[in-house]
């Protein structure tokens, strides 16, 4: 993983030679451009002055490399350009006449006002994908209201779902919607070049985070609702029920999952309940359906008599999926993790050594690449804009 401006000709991504302007900041737009850096795109990260708020978040051996910030923009270059002033502005706009992506996070009205709106954009370059991931539809009454992840989830009824299952409204203990939502706009972001490609025309592209995770949710959820006329409560019952998580074993804990009759009944005999396979109450999907929580109870209780690495010999012995409970602080020398080179160590040029994951989508003709360290705020600024064509006297303008 090295950090030279050359590298962005050694890409080998399915993404090589795409030029991103990256306006993003906080979570869910930096992870959206991370995917699309380690996909083989060249990332402009364009900052203010003050940079990326997420730089000062964590802990930090070196000023504005943050823990949260090193996690989501390796395989970008940084910029800093004060859009605030009409110079730095005028620049951007003659990057984004040569860019294929400009992504930002900013509200309709916000980018609007700055002059990044997508007709301004469009006007100055056809061709472009253009893309944002605003909390709400940008033609709905909310289209200017703030949106981040805690209130995403519980509008889009994460909170509600902890509520029913463990009787407390919660969020999950991850930045779910930003993460997830990001991913999407990664995601649109592609398929708005691949249309670009076929017809030659560019486009906006907006992800609104409610209604995507919305959809996200009730995949599963919407339930009786998939009906004109529900029959019931909204929500799919097994995974709502408090039941539903890992079972204790003698010395810790155990995942476990039984889908098919056929698992069910290996799943039941290895028990040491063979009786159970054939009791009406749980014989069929559509009987057990009804009874989870009476035949988790069951498989609970069992699990409890023996040790997690006992349970996992007798489950994969009757090759039924199941994993011991891990804790976050083993994950680095979790043996399969370390045999698949799953965390890569690296020794960033300022801040020192390093951690990150590697990239785990992996194409058989383009493979994607660690080629970039996080940048340093601005440490891109000289050699980007001279690529773009700027002179030393148009580059000094804007860096005093």
């Given amino acids: 993983m090295s950090d030279a401006s050359a590298a962005a000709a050694a890409a080998t991504g399915p993404l090589a030679n795409v030029w991103v302007i990256d306006l993003t900041q906080f979570i869910l737009g930096p992870v959206a451009t991370q995917i699309l850096g380690d996909m083989g795109a060249d990332v402009i990260k364009v900052e203010s ?10 802990p930090s051996r070196h000023p504005g490399m943050a823990a949260l910030y090193m996690g989501m923009n390796r395989n970008k270059r ?15 706009m003659r990057m984004i006449e040569r860019a294929d992506v400009f992504v930002h996070s900013m509200r309709a009205d916000a980018a609007e006002r700055l002059g990044v709106s997508y007709a301004a954009v469009a006007a ?29 989830q519980g509008e889009s009824g994460i909170a509600d779902m902890n509520q029913r299952a463990y009787g407390e409204p919660r969020y999950l203990p991850t930045v779910i919607a930003d993460k997830f939502c990001g991913h999407i706009l990664a995601s649109a972001i592609g398929m708005g070049l691949f249309h670009r490609e076929r017809t030659g025309k560019g486009q ?8 995507t995770m919305l959809s996200f949710n009730l995949i599963e959820h919407l339930w009786t609702g998939n009906f004109d006329e529900p029959m019931g409560p909204l929500g799919y019952e ?34 040491g309940r063979p009786e159970l396979p054939d009791d ?20 609970g209780e069992e699990i409890a008599k023996r040790t997690t690495a006992e349970w996992q010999a007798l489950l994969d012995g009757i090759e039924l999926p199941n994993a011991p409970v891990k804790h976050l602080a083993d994950m680095p020398t ?25 990239i785990p989508v992996k194409f058989s003709q383009s493979p994607p690449q660690l080629r970039r360290t996080p940048p340093c705020l ?6 980007v804009l001279a690529e773009f064509g700027f002179s030393e006297a148009e580059i000094a303008a804007v860096r005093t």
């Avoid at 002055?49 to 964590?58: K, T």
């Avoid at 045999?339 to 801040?351: Q, V």
């Fill in 280 to 299: 009406p109450r749980f014989a069929t999907v559509a009987a057990r359906s009804e009874r989870f929580p009476e035949l988790y109870a069951i498989v």
């Fill in 49 to 58: 002055p003050q940079g990326d708020p997420n730089r000062f978040i964590g």
């Fill in 378 to 383: 601005g440490e891109h600024t000289a050699a």
């Fill in 78 to 92: 940084s910029i800093v350009l004060d859009l605030k002033q009409p110079a730095a502005l005028a620049m951007l």
């Fill in 124 to 152: 100055r370059n056809p061709r472009i994908v253009y893309a944002s991931a605003p909390g709400y539809r940008s033609d709905g009454p909310w289209r200017n209201r703030p949106a981040y992840d805690d209130v995403i």
């Fill in 238 to 271: 097994r995974a709502l029920m408090s039941h539903r998580r890992p079972f204790a074993t003698k010395d810790g804990h155990i995942c476990l999952m039984a889908t098919t009759d056929i698992q069910w009944r290996r799943l039941l005999t290895v028990l």
């Fill in 204 to 211: 906006a592209i907006e992800v609104p985070m409610l209604e």
């Fill in 334 to 358: 979790d043996p399969y993790l370390v045999e698949t080179g799953f965390f890569h160590h690296y020794r960033h040029p300022e801040a020192g050594p390093f951690v990150t994951t590697s």
